[in-house]
């Protein structure tokens, strides 16, 4: 493949940025790689195992030349990060985002930026709950979504760039604006999430069960609820901060559901239950047809992703 853009500068090295540098590499899609973490400890392994061709202990150093900026940090910290490297950014350059909200980044991160400088913030849909530069892997992101959403002000052939980039990685593309997919992900990513903290929160609370029987039983359900939960707490402290209103009232929604689902139990209707579990059921065949997950007892991601239980994440 041909290289899409001369200089990447990769804005924070966890999961995301080190899976987009082994990726790019894997395909030749960028000249030269620089980045920054806050970290001496992650910077020096991101030149150790080859990450980036340069690091720099500061943000501002790494984006000087570069045309493509991709700000990989949790949300609540792209204001502040955007307003340290705007005055050193590259006119034409373009600088993107992987956050899980969009409409905050958006208001955070734009007005730091200055004319010339291109803003198409995205959003890959895929993860592991590891982090760290060592986490990452090159076919992280075959064959799954990234959501692109352009501001007004985005120009159109700096959006189809960072498309052409996303594709020749491996991602399926599409583009929406930033409050639809702040109201997408609070349904398929960030509820879930809460509810995945809030399940495990409940069973360390349960006196009736000890914590050897919830590990020693945890090959069902509750299993796939602890490996949400273990994804980084600072990212998912932001999410929720920043995506509130849509988490709400997704929230609001779910327990409504909920309590349907305890008086159906409560009153012994069955035909309720029955039916309620065989429309959700559904979902989960149509999310395998669509080559999203597999069928397999531990849906797929032994095959390719790292550790024993590595997880699509948002």
Same mark, same amino acid.
């Given at each position: 493949?041909?290289?899409?853009?001369?200089?990447?500068?990769?804005?924070? #090295?966890?999961?995301?940025?080190?899976?987009?540098?082994?990726?790019?590499?894997?395909?030749? #899609?960028a000249?030269?790689?620089?980045?920054?973490?806050?970290?001496?400890?992650?910077?020096d392994? &991101?030149?150790?195992?080859? /990450?980036?061709d $340069?690091?720099?202990?500061?943000?501002?150093?790494?984006?000087?030349?570069?045309? /493509?900026?991709? #700000?990989?940090?949790?949300?609540?910290?792209m204001?502040?990060?955007?307003?340290?490297i705007?005055?050193h950014l590259a006119?034409?350059?373009?600088?993107?985002?992987?956050?899980?909200?969009?409409?905050?980044?958006?208001? &955070?991160?734009?007005?730091? /930026?200055p004319?010339?400088? &291109?803003?198409?913030?995205g959003?890959? #849909?895929?993860?592991?709950?590891?982090?760290?530069?060592?986490?990452g892997?090159?076919?992280?992101?075959?064959?799954?979504?990234? /959501?692109?959403?352009? =501001?007004?002000? *985005?120009?159109?052939?700096?959006?189809?760039r960072?498309?052409?980039?996303?594709?020749?990685?491996g991602s399926?593309?599409?583009?929406?604006?930033?409050?639809?997919?702040?109201?997408?992900?609070?349904?398929?990513?960030?509820?879930?999430?809460?509810?995945?903290?809030?399940?495990?929160?409940?069973?360390d609370?349960?006196?009736?069960?000890?914590?050897?029987?919830?590990?020693?039983?945890?090959? *069902?359900?509750?299993?796939?609820? =602890?490996r949400?939960?273990? *994804?980084?707490?600072?990212m998912? $402290?932001?999410? %929720?901060?920043?995506? $509130?209103d849509?988490?709400?009232?997704v929230?609001?929604?779910?327990?409504e559901?909920?309590? &349907?689902?305890?008086r159906?139990?409560?009153l012994?209707?069955?035909?309720?239950?029955?039916?309620? %579990?065989? $429309? =959700?059921?559904a979902?989960?065949?149509?999310?395998?047809?669509?080559g999203?997950d =597999?069928?397999?007892?531990?849906?797929?991601?032994?095959?390719?992703?790292?550790?024993?239980?590595?997880?699509?994440?948002?």
């Amino acid at each position: 493949m041909a290289v899409i853009y001369k200089r990447v500068a990769l804005i924070g #090295l966890g999961l995301i940025a080190s899976s987009m540098a082994l990726a790019m590499r894997a395909g030749g #899609l960028a000249g030269e790689i620089t980045g920054h973490a806050k970290s001496a400890e992650t910077r020096d392994v &991101a030149l150790e195992i080859g /990450l980036c061709d $340069r690091v720099f202990a500061t943000a501002a150093e790494a984006v000087e030349g570069a045309d /493509l900026v991709v #700000l990989a940090v949790p949300v609540g910290a792209m204001g502040a990060l955007a307003r340290e490297i705007g005055p050193h950014l590259a006119p034409g350059a373009t600088v993107t985002d992987v956050g899980s909200v969009k409409q905050a980044v958006i208001d &955070a991160v734009a007005p730091h /930026l200055p004319p010339g400088v &291109a803003f198409v913030p995205g959003h890959p #849909l895929a993860g592991t709950e590891y982090s760290g530069p060592r986490s990452g892997f090159a076919t992280l992101f075959r064959n799954r979504w990234c /959501l692109l959403t352009p =501001t007004e002000s *985005s120009p159109p052939d700096a959006v189809a760039r960072l498309r052409a980039l996303w594709e020749a990685m491996g991602s399926n593309v599409d583009e929406m604006d930033a409050a639809h997919h702040d109201l997408v992900l609070a349904v398929v990513s960030h509820t879930p999430h809460l509810i995945a903290y809030t399940m495990v929160g409940v069973a360390d609370h349960l006196a009736q069960v000890s914590n050897s029987e919830v590990i020693k039983y945890s090959a *069902s359900g509750f299993r796939d609820f =602890t490996r949400i939960a273990a *994804s980084d707490p600072t990212m998912w $402290r932001d999410v %929720f901060l920043t995506n $509130r209103d849509a988490t709400l009232d997704v929230l609001g929604r779910f327990t409504e559901e909920l309590f &349907a689902l305890q008086r159906a139990i409560r009153l012994g209707d069955g035909d309720h239950l029955h039916a309620y %579990f065989t $429309r =959700t059921r559904a979902i989960r065949r149509g999310i395998i047809e669509a080559g999203q997950d =597999t069928a397999a007892p531990d849906f797929g991601r032994g095959a390719d992703a790292k550790g024993p239980a590595a997880a699509r994440a948002g």
